[in-house]
Every structure is written in C-alpha cells, then in structure tokens.
C-alpha cells in the first residue's frame, strides 16, 4: 500500500513538474504575455537581484536549446539543477553512500554558502 502511495505522488510532481515545463516553453517570461508570470519581490521592493533572479527566462531558454542565453541569464540555475538532478538519480538508483553525501550537513551548507555568494556577487561584483 505504501509503494502505491509514492507512486502517486511522484506521478503527481512529475505532471505538475511537465505541467510547468510546457507553461515555460509557451510562454517567454520577457514576451508579450510576460506580464502574467511571477516577479521577484525583492528585486520590486529593493532593485537588487536575488540569487533566482533570471531563472524564468533561463529555463524559457534552456527548454528552446539555447544554452549561451540559458547560462548568461542566471548560471547559479545550472548549479542547482546539477545538485537537485544528482540527489534525485542518486536516490532512484539506490546509491545510498553517494545520496547521504549529497544531503547531508555539509554538502547542505556548501550548497548554502554558494547561494549567498552568488547573491553577494550579482548585486555587489557584477555589473
């Protein structure tokens, strides 16, 4: 019973996940319909960009094949796909020593400390 339960729930988060995956791919989040996909608010309230700012149009980009425009718009997307996607086939495939390194404590802070660095350098470094 509880296998078939999981299976429910993946099925739901990967149609909700293709689901999302489509509405990108339709809509150009800079496009004439732009105006309809969700802002950042701090980037609103503050002008500074927030480490997720771009990844709307970086995912626009990547789900059209255009990787340069995809890694100019916001290159910490690709870090944390690589980071989400290892723990996500680490855990499919069973590999548990490799999957309890990707979660835990330190691999967690050093995926944080790179978030905040990343924020840091696009408001602070970067043009």
């Known amino acids: 019973m509880i296998y078939r339960k999981h299976v429910l729930i993946w099925t739901a988060v990967g149609a909700v996940f293709a689901a999302l995956a489509v509405g990108y791919y339709l809509v150009d989040p800079v496009g004439e319909y732009g105006a309809y996909m969700p802002k950042c608010t701090l980037r609103a309230l503050t002008g500074w960009e927030c480490p997720g700012c771009g990844a709307q149009r970086a995912v626009h980009a990547l789900l059209h094949g255009r990787w340069a425009e995809a890694w100019w718009t916001n ?14 086939v680490s855990r499919a495939a069973k590999w548990r020593k490799v999957y309890e390194v990707l979660v835990s404590a330190t691999a967690c802070y050093t995926y944080i400390a790179l978030y905040i ?11």
């Open 75 to 88: 290159p910490f997307l690709w870090c944390a796909l690589a980071y989400v996607g290892a723990i996500f």
């Open 117 to 127: 660095a990343w924020w840091v350098a696009r408001n602070v470094m970067l043009p």
